[in-house]
């Protein structure tokens, strides 16, 4: 069994940056790839990033590329979305996953969730 907890959302302009950060109580928490999911209401959800179980292989949607950072700290149960120029079409619930499988891309695949926070960006 793993809980996940997300902190670190709210509002920020465009332009700016956001912290995401998931911590997650269990002893298998190294164990498992994490990932990050957004949704808006009305649309489906939508993988963000993921990072494999030792912190060595990460993942990142295109739509994110080169923006958004995922990274890990087995030692604190902590993963860490580091969200840098920050456009309005990235407001959304942010939500922390964790999966079995390596780097997994879809919902499917993951066994526990957050319960989200909300990231606003204004333009």
């Known amino acids: 069994q793993v809980h996940l907890v997300e902190s670190g959302g709210g509002l920020a302009q465009a332009g700016g940056s956001l912290r995401l950060s998931c911590a997650a109580s269990?002893?298998?928490?190294?164990?498992?790839?994490m990932g990050w999911f957004r949704q808006v209401p009305g649309k489906e959800r939508e993988f963000v990033a993921a990072?494999?179980?030792?912190?060595?292989?990460?993942r990142h949607a295109n739509s994110v590329k080169g923006r958004f950072s995922i990274s890990r700290d087995n030692a604190k149960n902590t993963v860490t979305l580091q969200m840098n120029s920050l456009k309005p079409e990235d407001t959304a619930v942010y939500y922390c996953?964790?999966?079995?499988?390596?780097?997994?891309?879809?919902?499917?695949?993951?066994?526990?969730w957050g319960q989200g926070t909300q990231v606003t960006v204004s333009s």
């Open positions: 990072i494999n179980w030792s912190g060595s292989g990460t």
């Open positions: 269990g002893r298998t928490f190294s164990s498992y790839s």
């Open positions: 996953a964790a999966s079995p499988a390596v780097l997994p891309n879809t919902g499917r695949a993951y066994d526990y």
